[in-house]
């Protein structure tokens, strides 16, 4: 006999869905004592319960009153959520401020410095991002304190870095000049900010990544550090030229990897550039 038509098959079956069910509704009645640390539990649970309730072969009239008791637990979410925005709000603007950042924007999109963050309620976590959504930096659990102390060490690893403004400038110009010699073009062609990245990371990487280049012997820099470097970069003149960011057009945002944003102050605002080159100065 086939399980599907086998009654002890069947009632272990259905016993197991009610035992889940049951679970999951008691689950719900404890995190409902503290409904703005556990609602992300809450929301998990309630999804398991009415999918039990889904699949489970009891009495329709029950089955209403057990989904009754879900519905008004859901009416209660839309409050609940707005009690942990004002909360998280209040409390990440504080830890902020220990910082000297300010806290800006509205949810699901918060702001402070060069960095976004992206609060996820449905899955109680903050996606830090650098820039308005343009490099994701980390993940953090919707708890201020987890939020600020990530961003705190992220926030040291990209500015605390040692910075020569002559020679991070001296070598954007040999990878200018690499890249024009790759692409066929001459001094004062724009060149895309992606190739002179790239040639820009070669030049910085130590003998030993140019005799073995092995993963372990790279010198890690990415999109974020060039573009703070760029932003801290004040003197932007050598031999008799001048960097020049070429702000990027709607043709050159379509694709992340063709544009870079910069930040133009520590208020967060800044620019998309999608080419850079060298134009003569006069003397």
């Known amino acids: 006999m086939e399980s599907q038509d086998n009654p002890v098959a069947l009632l272990s079956k259905e016993g197991t869905t009610i035992r889940n069910l049951l679970k999951s509704l008691k689950t719900i009645e404890k995190l409902q004592k503290d409904p703005i640390n556990n609602l992300h539990k809450i929301k998990q649970e309630m999804g398991k319960a009415e999918k039990a309730l889904e699949s489970s072969k009891l009495e329709e009239s029950f089955k209403n009153k057990i ?11 839309a ?35 060069f960095y976004t963050l992206q609060v996820d309620l449905d899955n109680f976590k903050v996606i830090i991002w650098y820039g308005p959504q343009q490099e994701r930096l980390d993940v ?59 040639e820009y990371v070669l030049l910085i990487q130590d003998k030993k990544f140019r005799v073995n280049p092995v993963k372990r012997n790279y010198r890690e820099y990415g999109r974020v550090f060039f573009s703070y470097d760029l932003y801290r970069l004040k003197d932007r003149i050598i031999d008799n030229k001048e960097l020049d960011l070429i702000i990027a057009t709607r043709a050159y945002t379509k694709h992340w990897y063709d544009f870079l944003w910069i930040p133009s102050n520590e208020k967060g605002e800044g620019i998309y550039i999608s080419h850079v080159k060298f134009r003569e100065v006069k003397a």
């Open 67 to 77: 989904e009754q008791h879900i519905n008004d637990i859901r009416s209660k979410i």
């Open 140 to 198: 953090a659990r919707l708890v201020p304190a987890e939020v600020v102390n990530k961003l705190r060490k992220i926030h040291e690893s990209i500015t605390q870095r040692p910075f020569d403004s002559k020679g991070f400038l001296s070598k954007i110009y040999e990878a200018y000049k690499a890249s024009l010699y790759r692409l066929g073009k001459e001094m004062g062609d724009q060149v895309p900010i992606s190739d002179v990245l790239l």
């Open 79 to 113: 409050a609940w959520e707005e009690e942990i925005k004002d909360k998280f709000g209040i409390n990440l603007e504080n830890e902020l401020k220990k910082m000297g950042f300010e806290l800006a924007g509205h949810y699901p999109l918060l702001k402070t410095s």
